[in-house]
């Protein structure tokens, strides 16, 4: 067996032109295409490291924009005492602990525990934070003045989605990757396997919070203006769900599918229609997991097994073979 | 004295969340439905009451009358339509959770734009009854008395329902094991739509009886579900009895950190509270041991 | 003849579910090699006994040693890479891997465990020797119930265990089913791998089995050879009850 399939070494071929395109970009679109740009890779971060945790696991987490806020509220309070590479790692540091705790407290349990919990994460380090600015600090917003352009947030987003691809290939290659989908599969044969279930859960979760909480500290300089509202903003929890759940979570390309088209969508009715927001939003993301449960990519997959199912190469013919000899049954 | 107007207050509260919860305890104990949208009809109930008082000079009280039987059969469509299927999909209990959370995610996002759409995102409250009495020196608001005592009553309907009555005890039966239920004759799909539909009609009563008090907005929702689902889960789900106790408890470790540690932290104690109790008995109080 | 060592030493193990006692004070010894079954009528305790030495379940009182090691309580991953491997009551097979990646699962996280391409030879070989080569690249959920089971034996198999557990492996096998099941059992045991078999089809007790463990109500009632333990009186009141005639 290769140790580089056709796929992936297509995939790499993409990854190179997409990042390639997005570093040249700048040169040739003006502020609202860069603002545009932004709002794809940011969500295709978010999307993709959330589906490198709940797709394979099954796990559901609603905390995405726990973590995105953490990041933003790290830049918010130390960007203009630290140099700019330390506030991103201690951004990503200070998320994948908190990760880790919350992790290590329920995901040892049943997944409707963790959802449950992941559901009010945001809501309760919003409040935390609150407190904490209101009394300690002072006054509760922050304002954000570092000189970073909007060109250098599109090349570091196109740095870390980069990142982000190949730290997410090289886990689903491995064994823990491989754990993971054991884990979603069947928790108790994994288990019986050796497995522990409880690291790879809690390790892999942590590194997708710390991507997130990247990503956060990465746009925060966008805002000037910071409070917990708008870092901790629920609905962005909610958006990153629906384009990884639309494009598909169990493949490493899949929440791509989903990023292009809801970005777009997401930006055509937050001007057109502001009022009926929320209500699309849902029955868009009802549409999703009734009708396309498995997403994109999930489709895509389909339709390649009934393919090779019908034009059978190498493998198939194995199949068939054998098929042929039991005189057809299955 | 501080320290009665906390227990007045945690108990009142306490009493609330209760109520709340056991609505969710029959749509998660029976119907095996993780209900994010819950506190979303609470607060549709909340502003049901309100423009019923303000609009056409309905009391609450009136307004629970109305209000109730609307979300008691709008709850039993949603969980026909929408939730029978994934029930019929789903391989397992785990499957099915997740499936629900999913689509009731997305149906809370629907709810809430609604109420958005209709009333907007301002806090909105009416006063009913503006009397005060004073209980051993402390003050307790009679509407909030009169909130807790309906409560009361409704939960004690609750219980005997589902004690003491025939369809009562199916719906049990479905909660402890629904294959073993429909073998015994029980239809358990129409045993699941009536506890769910049960469930909505008691968070409607919560939301209309909490309107009389509370200020509220169309984005309160999600903090009542997370609650709702915190004492459900503390009361081990499926445990009406355990839902109240947990309601209780978590209504006064609110006041208590409110009036001791800081207002701006309930929420943090209501999740450290959570988690302890995950941490030592993760069946909840009262759950199931076991596999 | 060789006097053989002690494997697994279960001793005074208890097992509570509220009041009910699944496992009441159960010890038995299974020495290296053997086959031994554990059997009883339902709900005499027999599943829980072996989720207490898989590690699914903690027991309330008593110890489990696998060659002199301590294992009672320890979680199910740690006592699988001690070398215990188990199947299910119910089967239980990874249902959206195809049985090449099953098998691996296998392989890839016990006490030696074995990755990448010499994973998918040695995964390739187990399945040959359930009987499944032809099918590696089927999903576990596309298999039939027979095929399933193989594929769960290929993957206990995997783990290199000292000690195998087939919680009622054999049930719902069709009579020639049964013949292939019960050779594959034969080759697996030829190999040198210690069994124990909770099983109710009394014709493979009796071919397959050196000594049986009987159990009532959590508790044991009967040991020895399969053919005396099985004439019991105590033994036979608890299958059939008290009206049995001789």
Known sequence: MMALSRTTLFGGVLLLAGVIGFALLPGFVGGYGLSMAINFLMFAILATAWAMFSGPSGYVSLATVAFFGIGAYTVAVLGERLPWGAVLLLAAAIAFLVALLVGLSTLRLRGVYFVIFSFGLAELIRQVVNWYESTQAGSVGRYVFLDITQEQIVWQLTAVLALLFIVGWLIERSRVGFALRMIGDDETVALHCGVNITLIKVLVFSLSAAFMALVGAIVAPRWTYLDPSIAFNPNISFQVLIMALLGGARRLYGPLLGVIPMVLLFEYLSTHFPHLFSVLLGVTFLAIVYLVPHGVAGLIEGYVQRYRKRFPGKRGGENAGAKARQGGAL | MAFLDALLNGLTLGGMYALVAMGLTLQYGVARIMNLSYGEFLIAAAFAAFWLFQVQAINPLLALVLVVPVAFGANWLIYQIMLHPLVKRSRDRGELEVNSILATFGLLFVIQGLVLLLFGSNYFSYTYISNVFIIAGSPIAADRLLAVAVAVVLGTALYLLLMRTRPGTALRAVSVDPRAAQLAGIDVRAASAMAFALGGGLVAASGVLVSMFTTFNASMGVVFTMKALIVVIMGGAGHLMGALAAGLILGLVESFVAVYVAPGLTLAATFALFLIVLLIRPTGMMGRAGA | ?246
């Not at chain 3, 299974?30 to 086959?35: F, M, N, Q, V, Y």
Request: glycine share 10%; proline share 4%.
């Open chain 3, 1 to 246: 003849m060789t006097t053989s060592t002690t494997l697994l030493s279960v001793r005074d193990v208890t097992r509570r579910f509220g009041n009910l006692r699944a496992v009441d004070a159960l010890s038995f010894d299974i020495a290296e090699g053997e086959i031994v079954g554990l059997l009883g009528p339902n709900g005499s305790g027999k599943t829980t006994m072996m989720n207490l030495v898989s590690g699914a379940l903690k027991p309330n009182a008593g110890t489990i040693r696998l060659a002199g090691d301590d294992i009672a309580g320890l979680p199910p991953n740690r006592i699988a890479r001690q070398g215990i491997a188990r199947t299910f009551q119910l089967v239980r097979v990874l249902p959206s891997m195809n049985c090449l990646d099953n098998v691996k699962a296998g392989l890839g996280f016990g006490a030696e465990p074995v990755w990448g391409s010499a994973a998918d030879s040695r995964a390739e070989a187990l399945l040959q020797r359930v009987g499944m080569a032809h099918r590696c690249w089927t999903l576990g959920k596309d298999l039939t119930y027979m095929d399933q089971k193989r594929l769960e034996l290929a993957r206990a198999l995997a783990l290199q265990p000292r000690l195998l557990l087939l919680d009622e492996w054999l049930a719902g096998l069709n009579p020639s089913e049964l013949v292939e099941a019960i050779e594959l059992l034969r080759k697996v045991r030829g190999e040198g791998v210690t069994m124990v078999m909770v099983e109710h089809v009394m014709d493979a007790i009796r071919s397959l089995c050196d000594r049986c463990v009987i159990m009532n109500a959590g508790a044991k009632i009967a040991e020895g050879a399969p053919a005396e333990a099985l004439a019991e009186p105590e033994v036979v009141r608890a299958y059939l009850g008290d009206d049995a005639h001789a």
